[in-house]
């Protein structure tokens, strides 16, 4: 068997002059908080449809995503790297006791 995976390394580097430096150089991060799901085509993972919702936020000015809830999809994620979005990748939204506790 055999995969194969893109990958990147980076650095990242906090500074109280700077603010957030990737690779170096300052960026602010531009974005928003998005769901696992797509819309009327509920939460299955379709290739297209997860790049043109990554298009869409990039075309918008975004450069960075929150992910919440629920883990997204390695589609979305892989969309993400080729088209240059920063992901905070949150994979529970309750911690230590239910949102009913």
Sequence with gaps: D???????????HLSAE???LLNGKSVKLRGGCVHHD????????????EIR???ILKANGYNAVR??????SAEFLQ?????????????????EGGKNA
């Design 2 to 12: 055999e995969i194969e995976e893109l990958f990147g390394v980076r650095t990242v």
């Design 18 to 20: 700077q603010g957030f």
């Design 38 to 49: 797509n819309g009327p085509l509920g939460s299955v993972a379709i290739t297209r449809a």
């Design 53 to 55: 919702r990554v298009e």
């Design 67 to 72: 992910t919440s809830h629920n883990p997204v």
């Design 79 to 95: 969309a993400c790297d080729r088209i240059g979005m920063l992901v905070m990748d949150e994979a529970f939204d309750c911690w």
